[in-house]
């Protein structure tokens, strides 16, 4: 019983990973069109600061941050690190979802092969399956 909750628990924290990940860099894009003439000005810095995307992009790494953190303590390095492709998936296809943007037929073709080199991985021995 303890395997499958430590199974279940590494699905959720890749899954978090995986949503706070996509969410920032879609909250990235998102602040970059409400600050398109970004200049490194200290105007625009200022700017920047007060779009709530911004915000919610920092947010978002902070979350990524302590959720990588409990992968990594269960997780080899090398596993963990690989599996972490999936993300660009994730945000190719919010990016598709959000903003209408294009996905061609390389785009699907890295799609799965980003998904085939993690199935190749297969589990992570150094933790619960967590890879």
Not at 29 to 40: I, Q, R, V, Y
Not at 62 to 75: D, N, P, Y
Not at 102 to 119: D, E, N, S, Y
Request: charged content about 10%; some cysteine.
């Amino acid at each position: 019983m303890s395997r499958v909750r430590a199974i279940r628990g590494a699905w959720v924290a890749w899954l978090m990973l995986l949503g706070f990940e996509t969410l920032c860099q879609i909250s990235l894009k998102s602040a970059g069109l409400d600050n398109p003439d970004f200049n490194f000005s200290p105007a625009a810095f200022g700017h920047a600061l007060a779009t709530p995307w911004t915000w919610a992009a920092i947010g978002c790494y902070i979350g990524a941050f302590g959720v990588w953190m409990t992968i990594l303590r269960k997780s080899t390095l090398s596993a963990a690190f690989t599996t972490s492709a999936i993300v660009f998936v994730g945000v190719m296809l919010a990016s598709w979802l959000v903003f209408g943007e294009r996905i061609g037929f390389w785009q699907m073709v890295g799609c799965t092969i980003i998904v085939a080199g993690i199935l190749a991985l297969g589990p992570d021995d150094a933790g619960s399956g967590a890879g």
